[in-house]
């Protein structure tokens, strides 16, 4: 897609610690633990343009909830300037908030004793809306999101795939051009997150021509859907790019994944080997310039498992984390 | 903060606050047996107060009370006192617990992201205390009608709704201190409970001025509470008003605003203070 030039989000070197404070003795004595400064966010500079779908990747815990607060004004950066539409953050935060439009993770962001109306009627007062245009505003997006039958009903009877279209309803209630979507789809079945992630990339981005943040800790989620993604790893930007352009950075064409039940000793094979087990199953993902090179010695080293399946693929985005970070985007380093 | 606001963030402002009303009664009103509890609860607790008062006096008058008040019936002379105090209820509890409130729903987030200021939110809770304490105002009036048969001059209704007014002017800046502490201390009842006890204390309620310690006394000329409440008993039951009632009124006036001021920069601090520390949707 065609990107213009203006940037709707831009963050300048933003910093964003916390302390941990030291633990006491019986809670109220001297400190037997030091305070601990955590770097949630360290040093991001980050600039997306009008009109871009951008994702932010990494794992749980790598910062990137955290940087989305300090967009959305719900943190205060230690220091950095970020700015919305020109509007800077801390200078004029009504400003910025005006043109944002946001869901935050959690179940209960919304009021569970309302109904679905009546929450996006009380967030539409706060963005402005006179009754009027809200009562427009909710009808249209009941319809769209196909909640029109159960508008009235209270969330707490919704199920969680309603409740997140609920949120989202609510972060365009005021028909933001800037959207901050934090893990819009997590939790949800296949076919919610399915219908999640097309209205986001086909009426949002592209028929409306919003720019969407989106965070992810899933990279199929950000592969499909973003123009360009920056990885996120212990509080830094470890790339940005696109999707395309990320993959490219893996030196390696190829991965074989073999999976087998037990363990198989892989090491030495290919360029790099990963292995992730799971019940007594065990993924692992060979990379290789070209696969039928390592074939025979594959097939000789797993002597001590059981294959149940080799597949080719090329590199992934999980695959560029990998190896731009050494660590996997979910559950623990298992590389060997 | 916005001291100067433009005509359209003003009315964007009052809907908001509205609608926080609106949202509350929609959701208090879910909890129908809580609020039907709200509306009995304050005369369950003042029945033993009359009821001990009477015991010690042997009946419902007193010479001496009618020496230091003008008023011999101790009865209508608590009851009114404690009716009225209601409305410190809606500062500390009410206004107080607006925000603690919207981080138990776990909503906190999602407001605080709306192009409107934090306090906003504590006016509008301020809208919906008042309003809900004056209806429970008028049932307590008819119940005690009924039972003690507490007779109030109607005619002096317009100058109570003056003390009620100037009264719930400077507990709104008690509600913005108290909602704004309540967000860094998260057992926040406790400052309330606190607050709520010293300022009952040092305010007339059911006893004279006259009977606390000297330095009470002097805390007691600094709290709004007194002189509203001296002034709603002056006019509904001809209780003698210690200073004049253009005293009062500039009292109370100038006292709301040092509240309101005072409150407003301790929300703004305690709102930034949690935006750096990130405790904002703790609970």
Redesign the interface.
């Known amino acids: 897609m065609g990107l213009k030039s203006e940037r709707a989000i831009l963050a300048q070197d933003i910093v964003k610690t916390f302390k941990k404070k030291g633990r006491r003795k019986y809670g109220i004595g001297p400190k037997i633990t030091r305070d601990e400064y955590i770097h949630a966010v360290n040093g991001v500079d980050l600039a997306v343009h009008e009109g871009e779908l951008f994702g932010l990747l990494g794992p749980n815990g790598a910062g990137k909830t955290t940087l989305v607060k300090c967009l959305s004004t719900l943190l205060l950066p230690n220091s950095g300037n970020v700015s919305i539409n020109g509007h800077d953050i801390v200078e004029d935060p009504i400003a910025a908030r005006e043109c944002l439009g946001i869901t935050t993770g959690g179940e209960r962001t919304l009021y569970w004793k309302l109904s679905g109306r009546d929450n996006l009627k009380y967030f539409a007062a706060l963005y402005g809306l006179s009754s009027e245009e809200a009562d427009k505003r909710i009808d249209y997006l009941m319809k769209i999101m196909g909640l029109e039958e159960r508008q009235h009903e209270r969330i707490e009877k919704y199920s969680t795939g309603m409740r997140q279209k609920v949120s989202i309803s609510r972060a365009l209630i005021h028909d933001p051009p800037v959207l901050l979507l934090d893990e819009p789809t997590l939790g949800l079945d296949p076919s919610f997150s399915r219908f999640i992630r097309s209205f986001i990339k086909k009426d949002l981005n592209q028929k409306q021509g919003k720019t969407i943040v989106l965070t992810t800790h899933y990279m199929d989620e950000a592969d499909q859907l973003c123009d360009r993604i920056a990885i996120m790893n212990e509080g830094k930007i470890v790339a940005v790019d696109t999707p395309e352009a990320l993959k490219r950075k893996i030196p390696q064409d190829e991965v074989l994944e073999v999976k087998c039940l037990g363990h198989a000793d892989f090491s030495g094979i290919g360029q790099r080997v990963y292995a992730d087990s799971a019940e007594g199953v065990t993924i692992y993902r060979i990379h290789a310039e070209n696969v039928e090179d390592i074939m025979s010695e594959v097939i000789q080293a797993s002597h001590s498992a059981r294959i149940l399946s080799m597949n080719v693929s090329k590199p992934t985005l999980e695959d560029v984390f990998i190896h731009l970070t050494g660590a996997r985007l979910t559950g623990e380093d298992d590389g060997q | 903060m916005?001291l100067l606001l433009s005509t359209d963030?003003i009315v964007?402002y009052l809907?908001?606050m509205?609608?926080?009303n609106?949202?509350e009664w929609?959701?208090e009103l879910?909890y129908r047996v809580d609020f039907v509890r709200g509306m009995l609860e304050p005369l369950i607790f003042v029945f033993p107060y009359v009821l001990f008062a009477m015991a010690l006096v042997g009946g419902r008058t007193s010479s001496v009370l009618e020496g230091l008040t003008g008023v011999s019936d101790g009865v209508t002379y608590t009851i009114i006192g404690y009716i009225f105090m209601g409305f410190l209820n809606t500062a500390v509890w009410g206004m107080g617990f607006a925000l603690r409130k919207e981080q138990w729903?776990?909503?906190l987030?999602?407001?605080?992201?709306?192009?409107?200021?934090r306090w906003v939110y504590v006016l509008g809770m301020a809208l919906h205390s008042t309003v809900h304490q004056g209806i429970i105002l008028f049932f307590q009036i008819a119940v005690v009608y009924v039972l003690f048969g507490v007779i109030l001059h109607v005619q002096g209704v317009l100058p109570v709704l003056v003390f009620i007014g100037l009264m719930l002017f400077s507990l709104v800046g008690l509600g913005l201190m108290v909602s704004g502490l309540a967000l860094i201390f998260k057992e926040g009842w406790i400052v309330s409970e606190v607050l709520y006890s010293l300022i009952t204390i040092v305010t007339p309620i059911a006893y004279p001025l006259a009977v606390l310690p000297p330095l009470l006394q002097k805390i007691s000329l600094t709290m709004p509470t007194t002189y509203a409440i001296t002034g709603i008993r002056h006019f509904l039951i001809d209780e003698t008003m210690g200073v004049g009632l253009w005293d009062s009124y500039s009292r109370l006036i100038l006292i709301g605003v040092c509240w309101i001021v005072s409150g407003l920069l301790m929300f703004q601090v305690v709102d930034?203070k949690v935006?750096?520390?990130?405790t904002?949707a703790e609970y």
């Not at chain 2, 987030?109 to 200021?117: G, L, N």
């Open positions: 916005d963030r964007r809907r908001a509205n609608a926080e609106m949202k929609k959701i879910t729903y776990g909503t987030e999602s407001i605080f992201v709306a192009p409107v200021p930034k935006r750096r520390e990130g904002l």
